[in-house]
């Protein structure tokens, strides 16, 4: 249950309807809103459990196992039933959440907010989105044509990209045979435009693709961040730019609608991660956070407690599914906000900051503490001036936390190739009490630098009981 914003839920739209002149607007054909139906109850029996290749692949129902992650209800969908009973009151499904028993549907009539809170199953409803065609994306064109890098090659083996990697002692990891083999790995963002057709991803091992925004469009023809982001762990272009874990499986999501910013991203966020779960990845990384939306729908800094942002929750419960998260601290270290941005603040995943080729904290990288006073970033890694490979195929060099994040999680794949005993929370763990400046964390790189190495040869030399 939303607990903090139960009360408001019916007045935010109010708000977003609101004229020029302080009079509730009329909703025209071309308005409509989203609504966060929370239930009750998600309709299903104790005895769903028993049955868990219904819902969950063998890859997943096979890493709960070796995870020692627990099937509860949780995993179960909600029941056909209580879908329909919402849509037939609320209008079009859109997305749902079967962690935190939520549908979320839209409607061109505001006031169906009452319908759906008298609803027997509806515990409360919250206005994740109002705009005008939400559905409405432009034409996908695809191309063939292989993009090939104009950027002459090094000499270097890792190319342009070795800075970044020898700054966690990756290159070491990688010499120990451990390049992500095996390894499957959700990059949760706002699209991969090209990622199909860029020759420094030849030998790139999709798992699949899915986008959550638009199921028929594909992730190759939209946004490039992901492009970028992707490249800092699957780019295998020797002399160019080899990413943190070349060799490891990848499944590319899109789950950011760049048009605007509501709160119904992290209701697309959240079928993501569940959508990641349920195909068996191991590990989850994603540049993405969130504080501020269109139409005054803020969080504020005493809600980083992991506890209250719905996305938070999620975060927290993919971890407790035994997956391991790679989070962006978020990028508003100069700005107002300052702190981690969600879902950051959750417990048991790695929050990932920046810092420059100095080792000095990036300006723009958020910081901690959380609102609980728990330590925040975890750790970081090159946030400032990051080798990447854009849409075009070529060398480009960005800053953000969007690219420290998956800079480390590829090399967190690495290390839990080579230490598969360990739990997620032991691995996060492991990387904390080895980095740079474990024994005094601050809030602006947290335990500091990670050394995968290190933390590689510790446990084989000192493993976890």
């Not at 499986?249 to 349920?278: M, Q």
Request: proline share 5%; with cysteine; net charge negative.
């Amino acid at each position: 249950m939303e607990i903090k914003n139960k009360w408001i839920s019916k007045w935010l739209c109010v708000i977003l309807l609101m004229s020029g002149t302080g009079l509730f607007a009329t909703a025209s054909e071309e308005e409509s809103y989203c609504f966060r139906v929370y239930l009750k109850d998600k309709g299903v029996p104790e005895t769903a459990i028993e049955s868990p290749e219904q819902y969950l692949s063998p890859d997943a129902i096979e890493r709960r196992t070796k995870r020692q992650v627990e099937i509860t209800l949780s995993d179960v969908p909600i029941a056909g039933s209580a879908v329909d009973a919402v849509v037939s009151a609320g209008g079009t499904l859109v997305t749902q959440s079967k962690w935190m028993s939520t549908v979320v549907v839209e409607n061109v009539d505001s006031m169906v907010i009452d319908r759906l809170k008298a609803l027997p199953e509806v515990d409360s409803v919250l206005c994740v989105w109002h705009g005008t065609s939400r559905m409405d994306f432009d034409e996908c064109k695809e191309d063939t044509q292989p993009l090939e890098p104009k950027e002459r090659k090094t000499e270097l083996p890792y190319g342009y990209a070795e800075p970044q990697i020898e700054m966690l002692n990756g290159v070491r990891l990688h010499d120990a045979g451990r390049r992500g083999q095996g390894m499957r790995i959700a990059v949760v963002d706002a699209g991969f435009r090209n990622a199909d057709r860029i020759s420094a991803f030849a030998s790139l091992k999709i798992l699949g693709t899915h986008n959550v925004i638009s199921p028929s469009t594909s992730v190759f023809c939209e946004d490039e961040h992901g492009t970028r982001v992707l490249s800092c762990m699957a780019a295998n272009l020797s002399g160019l730019m080899v990413g943190t874990a070349p060799e490891a499986s990848y499944l590319l999501i899109k789950s950011e609608d760049t048009r605007s910013e509501f709160p119904i991203e992290e209701d697309f966020w959240a079928a993501a991660l569940e959508y990641a779960d349920s195909v068996g990845v191991d590990i989850v990384t994603s540049s993405l956070g969130y504080y501020q939306y269109d139409g005054g729908m803020n969080y504020l800094p005493s809600d980083l407690n992991g506890q209250t942002a719905f996305i938070s929750r999620v975060a927290m419960t993919a971890s407790e599914k035994g997956l391991l998260l790679f989070c962006s601290a978020g990028n508003e270290g100069g700005a107002s906000w300052g702190k981690v941005t969600f879902p950051a603040d959750a417990p048991d995943i790695v929050t990932v900051g920046a810092i420059t080729k100095k080792k000095e904290h990036s300006y723009f990288s958020s910081t901690g503490f959380t609102a609980d006073y728990r330590i925040k970033p975890d750790v970081v890694a090159l946030g400032s001036g990051v080798c990447v490979i854009g849409a075009d195929g070529d060398i480009h060099y960005s800053s953000g936390t969007s690219f420290s994040t998956p800079i480390l999680a590829g090399l967190g794949a690495c290390l839990w190739q080579g230490l598969p005993w360990l739990s997620n929370k032991e691995l996060i763990a492991l990387i904390q009490h080895t980095a740079s400046q474990s024994d005094q964390p601050d809030v602006e790189l947290g335990y500091g630098i990670p050394d995968m190495y290190k933390a590689y040869i510790k446990e084989l030399n000192e493993p976890v009981q």
